[in-house]
């Protein structure tokens, strides 16, 4: 007889490795599925290849294995292969694909940038409605407020960042009223475990140019590990981050930050190359038997267990959700919201050395975040910061962002890169589209991938309200840009080809009503009793801010439930970070 399984977890990234992990040290015992690999530190010894990992991307899932099918409007019946990344012109840029496939998932080739939700983002919607007037939202808009607060998830923010390693200089900090560098910042119990990051010339540059402008520049938080922390190694500043994994294990991805502790208890197994296409439901519906998965020879394997926890990406739960025909309501799928980074590239007078160091090694202003910005123009529904990206540029990526003008070929090209390459920095934003009832994910009705299964197909397009959040952000970076003294620069359109950013969110949506909803705030299914659905799918709103810390977050909180746990309390402001190995607490 096989062994009892208590809980299944389908998604071994930044969400299922978490739950899993946490479920196992509290002796439950669980089943990770992931249709990955295993990821090793060893296999990324070597990892500096441009080829490989953005060319290539050799991490993350391809079109043709799991294909994704977009159009504008659902006005529009056909829909064609997301076209930024197929076909003999398309790219592997890690940034418009879903994440990385296999152990830690999109935490192995993320950039690290770590966020808290400010207070106001949580009200989203009825913060709008009071400053502008609720005629301001488009007519078919689905934006609703969050049915959790941030004093909720503001325990699992520090656990998050204490347990896993975050490095930055918070504000905001109760009994360290002169730390504030970010007065928008909210309350915080203690600041970060690690200093923020050493960053590069040109974004002391932009912090020096944010300030002469009156704004309030502070250090960006990073999910890498600026010095020794549990027995990793700190920040070595290659210059591969963002789209690569890390060699030194640094950056926190929960390969190496969350799974050993789970798998040194000894109840948990991660199955990988396991590709689950259906949740197995009771002759009535009300309950989740298990899963069906694929193994590594193609063979369908059923498994069952007392629970399932789906968490996968976004758009891959409410696939699986679909294909499995848990949709009573109707709700899955629905309210896709993503990001439109407003890129703003330009060239230094002095050396950038955007070669070294990492993306997350910088600078922000949260002047224009949120509700913030109605100050400055009440006709944007919702602002975001300005980063600085002041390193981890290869030469590939530099090729493919080049201005239009730029010659792509020949002496030209050798000539631009050779006298340009070393002064390239960058800045962008986030912002996020407004839900609308025409911005959704479905099962393409056409297209499978090569184990049968249906695709996903995406319906979205950049709404006017959404293009004028991008613009006006990019008046802001050519202040910046003018007090800089860049030499040159170039802007990323208000209305970009990609409709994917590795940060999709909303696709199974939290809330307390089950008929206007996926799940509870655990992510709890509505609809089948021991079925749970996590990760950035139950955002109702989306801001200005990279989703992994808040996602990392509502884990934590979802196996508190699951466990009958009560929320961490606060814990002494010293920790013992720099000692440990994997695997030991």
Same mark, same amino acid.
């Given at each position: ?14 969400? @299922? ?39 290539? =991307? ?11 099918? &977009? ?16 076909? #003999? ?16 998932? @999109? ?17 989203? !919607?009825?913060?709008?409605?009071? !400053? *502008? ?31 896993? /390693? ?34 590069? #010339? ?5 912090s020096d140019a944010c300030q002469r402008l009156g704004y309030h520049p502070f250090r960006t ?12 190694? =700190? ?30 208890? @000894? ?14 439901r009771s002759p009535d519906g009300k309950r989740v038997l298990g899963v069906s998965y694929f ?14 926890? *789906? ?30 980074? /407003? ?21 922000? +202003? ?5 509700? *913030? ?12 910061? +300005? ?8 030469? +590939?990526? +530099? ?25 390239? &920095? ?17 099962l393409d009705p056409h297209r499978k991938d090569p184990w049968g299964q249906p695709a996903l197909?995406?319906?979205? =397009? ?89 996602? &990392? ?33």
């Open positions: 007889m096989s062994p009892k399984i208590d809980v299944i977890v389908v998604g071994a990234g930044a969400a @299922g490795a978490i739950v899993a992990s946490e479920l196992a040290q509290a002796g439950q015992k669980v089943v990770l599925l992931d249709k990955g690999p295993k990821h090793t530190t060893e296999e990324f010894k070597i990892k500096q290849d441009e080829i490989r990992y953005y060319a290539r =991307g050799s991490l993350v899932p391809s079109m043709d294995t799991d294909p994704i099918t &977009w159009r504008e409007t659902s006005a529009t019946s056909e829909s064609e292969l997301a076209p930024w990344a197929a076909g #003999p012109l398309g790219t592997a840029n890690p940034l418009h694909l879903p994440p990385s496939l296999g152990a830690g998932g @999109g935490t192995i080739h993320w950039g690290g940038a770590c966020w808290r939700f400010r207070e106001s983002e949580f009200r989203m !919607r009825s913060t709008i409605e009071d !400053r *502008l007037g609720t005629e301001a939202l488009p007519e078919d808009h689905t934006l609703v407020d969050w049915p959790i607060s941030y004093t909720d998830l503001e325990p699992y923010y520090d656990k998050t960042e204490w347990e896993l /390693g975050i490095s930055g200089r918070g504000s905001n900090i109760a009994g360290k009223p002169e730390q504030n560098e970010n007065p928008w910042e909210a309350p915080r119990q203690r600041d970060y475990p690690m200093p923020p990051l050493r960053h590069g #010339p040109a974004d002391v540059d932009f938080a990073a999910a890498i590990a600026s010095e020794p922390f549990k027995g990793r190694s =700190g920040c070595v500043y290659c210059g591969f981050c963002h789209g690569y994994p890390c060699h030194v294990d640094a950056k926190t991805s929960t390969h190496i930050a969350a799974l050993p502790y789970g798998e040194a208890s @000894g109840n948990l197994e991660m199955r990988d190359y396991s590709r689950v296409y259906k949740v197995n193994d590594t020879d193609g063979r369908s394997v059923d498994l069952e267990a007392d629970r399932v926890v *789906l968490a996968c990406y976004a758009l891959e739960n409410a696939r699986l959700l679909l294909a499995s025909g848990i949709n009573a309501n109707g709700q899955v799928g629905k309210h896709l919201m993503t990001h439109a980074f /407003g890129f703003f590239l330009g060239l230094t007078k002095e050396p950038s050395n955007p070669f070294m160091g990492t993306l997350v090694a910088s600078t922000s +202003i949260e002047d224009f975040s949120g509700e *913030l910005v109605h100050d400055y123009d009440p006709t944007v529904l919702w602002g975001a910061p +300005i980063i600085s990206w002041p390193g981890d540029y290869q030469p +590939i990526e +530099i090729a493919h962002a080049m201005p239009d003008e730029a010659p792509r070929w020949g002496a030209g090209f050798r000539d631009w890169m050779r006298d340009n390459y070393a002064h390239v &920095w960058s800045m962008y934003s986030q912002t996020a589209n407004i839900p609308t009832k025409d911005t959704f994910v479905d197909r995406m319906t979205h =397009g950049w709404g006017e309200w959404d293009q004028r959040g991008v613009e006006f952000l990019l008046t802001i970076k050519r202040k910046i840009a003018h007090e800089m003294g860049l030499t040159y620069w170039w802007e990323e359109t208000t209305k970009p080809d990609y409709h994917l950013s590795t940060h999709e969110v909303g696709t199974h949506r939290m809330g307390e009503d089950p008929a206007t909803s996926v799940v509870d705030v655990y992510g709890h299914s509505h609809e089948c009793q021991n079925l749970f659905v996590i990760g950035g799918g139950q955002f109702p709103s989306y801001h200005g801010y990279n989703p992994t810390e808040t996602i &990392w977050a509502m884990a934590y909180m979802t196996a508190d439930h699951m466990l009958d746990r009560s929320a961490p309390t606060a814990r002494p402001t010293t920790h013992d970070v720099h000692a440990g190995q994997h695997g030991a607490r």
